[in-house]
């Protein structure tokens, strides 16, 4: 559904503070890329929904899953582009249900760079634990920085 690539969510992935921690800071995003993006998961194991305000009904980000299918697992990822209102912590939590209860995932993984204090309390507020440290990584500002990686196991979990 291409209806949610409007000029606003261009502009999300467009705006250099908002995607300071995002890969997609090196991309120039247009309607095409967007679409290209969207197509990607049409056919595919891979899961991406839309997060929608539940009162006004506005588009407020997008949360992902790639799905391992031959060894369980998934890794997630999130981008809140409108809104602090804990969009991402609900999405988040929903997304592990239905990875885990729906999907039946068994281990579910995420990462950041350790400068997004933010997304690491969403991972750590879910219930999903440190696994493991890329020093210098990435780099921000001239900086290198770490990509911290997290998980949580369904029996975890449930």
């Known amino acids: 559904d291409y209806s949610f690539i409007t000029n606003e969510y261009i502009n999300w992935l467009n705006n250099p503070e908002l995607m300071k921690y995002s890969e ?18 049409v056919n595919s194991t891979n ?10 009904n ?8 790639y799905i391992d299918i ?4 998934a890794d997630m990822g999130i981008l809140v582009g409108k809104g602090n209102k804990g969009y991402g912590y ?11 209860q ?8 995420a990462g950041t760079m350790s400068e997004n204090i933010p997304m690491l309390k969403i991972f750590e507020k879910s219930g999903m634990q440190y696994e493991y440290t890329q020093k210098d990584q ?8 770490n990509l911290i990686g997290y998980c949580i196991f369904k029996e975890e979990y449930l």
């Open 24 to 41: 997609q800071r090196h991309i120039k995003h247009t309607f095409e890329s967007c679409k290209e993006y969207i197509d990607g998961f």
């Open 47 to 56: 899961l991406l929904f839309a997060i929608i305000d539940s009162e006004s």
């Open 58 to 65: 506005e588009h407020v980000g997008n949360i992902n899953a």
């Open 70 to 73: 031959y060894n369980g697992t």
């Open 90 to 100: 609900i999405a988040w939590i929903k997304m592990i249900e239905i990875l885990f």
């Open 102 to 109: 729906e999907k039946n995932i068994r281990k579910i993984t």
């Open 138 to 145: 990435f780099i921000i500002d001239g900086n290198s920085v």
